[in-house]
């Protein structure tokens, strides 16, 4: 299972940006998918996740400004971020755990200017 990131970029604070992830590989199904997102310094953090039956769930610092969707027929997640603050910069990771593994894409990377 390959997972390919992108959409990141630098943006203002209260800007927004939309980040996509598409699934590729020995799928017959996309499963539950998931972003995380790592700061310099810091470990890497669950940003929301969403199931093959729609039900999404966030981190409570993203809750009200981010929204993950997922288009079955496309294998893609996606991941709307508004009103972006300074504190969510980070490398931006999409994952998922299919066969028993866990599946990381390459990072994008979200930079937001104060």
């Known amino acids: 299972v390959q997972l390919q990131a992108y959409g990141g970029g630098l943006v203002q604070a209260g800007g927004s940006l939309r980040l996509s992830c598409a699934a590729s590989g020995r799928l017959f199904r996309l499963p539950d998918m998931g972003w995380y997102r790592q700061a310099p310094g810091k470990q890497r953090e669950l940003v929301a996740t969403?199931?093959?039956?729609?039900?999404?769930n966030y981190a409570d610092s993203v809750k009200d400004r981010f929204f993950i969707s997922r288009d079955d027929g496309e294998f893609a997640v996606y991941l709307q971020m508004d009103d972006l603050k300074p504190e969510d910069t980070a490398t931006y990771y999409c994952?998922?755990?299919?066969?028993?593994?866990?599946?990381w894409g390459k990072g994008t990377l979200v930079t937001v200017s104060s």
């Open positions: 969403i199931t093959q039956s729609g039900s999404a």
């Open positions: 994952h998922t755990r299919t066969f028993a593994t866990d599946f």
